[in-house]
């Protein structure tokens, strides 16, 4: 008896010692997932995105956002919502609007830790949040002003409950379930990709089940998913819309100026790949050239695509009904039953249709009906593959194989990130705006191409006397005389966000009269200067370089 008693607390303080070291690993890996987000939080400046972002939620009142700014913007309003509320809370400057992204990226990566341990086991689950934690992907939009990372923790409530839901959860598991799911789709119209993948999910367990899969399926579903479908109709239709209303869907704010918003392009086939590599590589370093750090992280993804194919693959392999039962089987045969019992796990199926569905969904719409496709709105999808190589990875049998291999997969994401905080990677209209204040007059005509570019403009800008105006609708010499009225000597022209086309017949038009005395270019941002040639100032060089022609 004493024996046993010994025992009992024996395995009863392991239990214990397993569950504090546990817990302080994960604190540990959301203390690195936060200071990765609020490291350099306001480093850059704020691009257009986060501007329209910014105008929404400090200028627009609590209807216009739900009614007046769904039929302009493409996207739900609810973080248009949050970020109003948080603003009011914590003020507008840079780092506290970006904060709000940063905080719903550390929850992600609690989240994914709760899933993973939900699907596979505590060693996944861990493995899938230190994934999230360091990658560079959700990093960057960890420390954005906009939807994408409430997008991920939205995406990883919803599965969190509703696998709850799948082993007997009850109310309070119902409720989450709905309330995270009308999150999730009231965040961005993506969301309903997402959605879609846990229906195609669902609906597979009820087919497999025959008439009693579709009886449990009733039970447990008719609730939280017709509370969630009537709650979320009115996305329904916006996604309908923007698929079906016109050749080509636009990103950005609809305004009276025709190049406020930017068209979608049709999707190369490559984007398919690019995509999932993008979840985990950036793109542009490879664009720039593959040095160490690319390579470092190239290898970093390759185990990723490992961990993924161990995951999907490693039972079904290692299950004896694939070795030969009483009798030769040929390898067509053996492959065809490791094919079907990959399918048939469950695990395997959320994971493939989560991963799967909103990305291709949105590929294939891209070229049946319009555009939608944008590599940044399949951010959801990353977290099934994340789960999934995490998985994959930890269960390899041997455990110093298994460390190495989630060690790679974390030194290729950190490889990155040096790239990451160096590097200006949004548009550098905080640089753009202070050069033109800096060297201005007061009085000076500031042309900024289009009404919405006018917004991270004005969010950097400190000089109040300064004639600051969008470009006009077609940019012609009728259209913009009645500013260029020889009161200004000196005329800025900021563009951005323009074609090749339009930039060159903007300068074309402002050079009439004008001669370009400099240019400076950001990332995204070019700053033209002007000198009316009327001007005594047209004749001084003034050390800067003088353009001859505006017609190229």
């Known amino acids: 008896?004493?024996?046993?008693?010994?025992?009992?607390?024996?395995?009863?303080?392991?239990?214990?010692?397993?569950?504090?070291?546990?817990?302080?690993?994960?604190?540990?890996?959301?203390?690195?997932?936060?200071?990765?987000?609020?490291?350099?939080?306001?480093?850059e400046s704020i691009w257009l995105d986060e501007a329209l972002a910014h105008h929404h939620a400090t200028t627009l009142t609590t209807t216009e956002l739900l009614v007046w700014l769904p039929q302009r913007d493409p996207n739900p309003p609810l973080y248009f919502l949050a970020l109003s509320e948080w603003t009011a809370l914590v003020g507008d400057g840079l780092v506290a609007m970006r904060a709000l992204s940063a905080l719903f990226g550390v929850l992600a990566v609690a989240l994914v830790f709760l899933v993973g341990r939900r699907l596979f086991d505590r060693r996944a689950g861990f493995a899938a949040a230190a994934f999230l934690a360091v990658s560079p992907f959700h990093v960057f939009y960890g420390q954005e002003a906009r939807m994408y990372a409430l997008l991920t923790a939205a995406a990883l409530a919803s599965y969190l409950f509703l696998l709850r839901i799948e082993t007997g959860g009850g109310r309070v598991d119902t409720v989450g379930y709905v309330l995270s799911t009308v999150v999730l789709v009231h965040t961005h119209t993506y969301g309903l990709f997402v959605v879609g993948a846990q229906a195609l999910y669902l609906l597979s367990l009820?087919?497999?089940?025959?008439?009693?899969?579709?009886?449990?399926?009733l039970r447990r579903w008719t609730v939280p998913v017709g509370v969630t479908a009537v709650l979320s109709t009115p996305w329904i239709a916006l996604l309908a819309l923007r698929v079906f209303g016109g050749p080509g869907q636009t990103a950005?704010?609809?305004s009276g100026n025709a190049a406020s918003a930017v068209t979608i392009p049709t999707p190369g086939v490559v984007s398919l790949p690019t995509t999932y590599l993008a979840h985990w590589v950036p793109l542009g370093s490879l664009v720039d050239g593959v040095g160490v750090a690319e390579i470092v992280a190239l290898g970093g993804f390759a185990v990723i695509v490992l961990g993924c194919l161990v995951g999907l693959f490693g039972s079904a392999v290692r299950t004896d009904r694939f070795r030969t039962r009483g009798g030769e089987r040929s390898e067509e045969r053996r492959l065809l039953d490791i094919g079907i019992a990959v399918v048939r796990d469950r695990r395997n199926r959320l994971l493939l249709t989560w991963a799967v569905v909103p990305v291709l969904v949105p590929f294939v719409l891209s070229y049946t009906v319009t555009p939608i496709f944008v590599h940044r709105y399949t951010i959801g999808a990353s977290l099934a593959v994340a789960l999934l190589a995490g998985g994959g990875l930890t269960r390899l049998e041997r455990g110093h194989v298994r460390y190495a291999a989630v060690a790679i997969v974390l030194v290729g994401a950190v490889a990155s990130l040096p790239a990451h905080y160096g590097t200006d990677q949004k548009e550098q209209w905080r640089e753009a705006t202070a050069t033109v204040e800096e060297e201005a007059a007061p009085g000076d005509l500031v042309i900024v191409s289009t009404d919405s570019a006018t917004l991270p403009y004005d969010y950097h800008a400190t000089r109040g006397d300064l004639v600051v105006v969008p470009v006009p609708e077609d940019a012609t010499r009728a259209a913009i005389d009645e500013h260029l009225d020889g009161e200004h000597r000196r005329v800025w022209f900021v563009a951005s966000h323009l074609t090749?086309?339009?930039?060159?017949?903007?300068?074309?038009?402002?050079?009439?009269?004008?001669?370009?005395?400099?240019?400076?270019?950001?990332?995204?941002?070019?700053?033209?200067?002007?000198?009316?040639?009327?001007?005594?100032?047209?004749?001084?060089?003034?050390?800067?370089?003088?353009?001859?022609?505006?017609?190229?």
């Open 206 to 217: 009820s087919v497999e089940g025959g008439r009693a899969g579709v009886y449990d399926f």
């Open 252 to 254: 950005g704010v609809e």
């Open 1 to 43: 008896m004493s024996e046993q008693l010994t025992s009992l607390r024996a395995e009863h303080t392991d239990g214990s010692r397993r569950s504090v070291h546990s817990s302080l690993a994960l604190v540990v890996t959301l203390g690195i997932a936060a200071a990765l987000r609020l490291y350099r939080l306001g480093a």
């Open 500 to 552: 090749e086309g339009q930039e060159r017949r903007y300068r074309s038009v402002l050079g009439e009269g004008h001669t370009r005395t400099e240019t400076q270019s950001f990332t995204g941002v070019r700053v033209y200067e002007y000198v009316n040639t009327a001007s005594p100032d047209a004749s001084v060089s003034d050390g800067r370089r003088t353009t001859e022609s505006e017609s190229g």
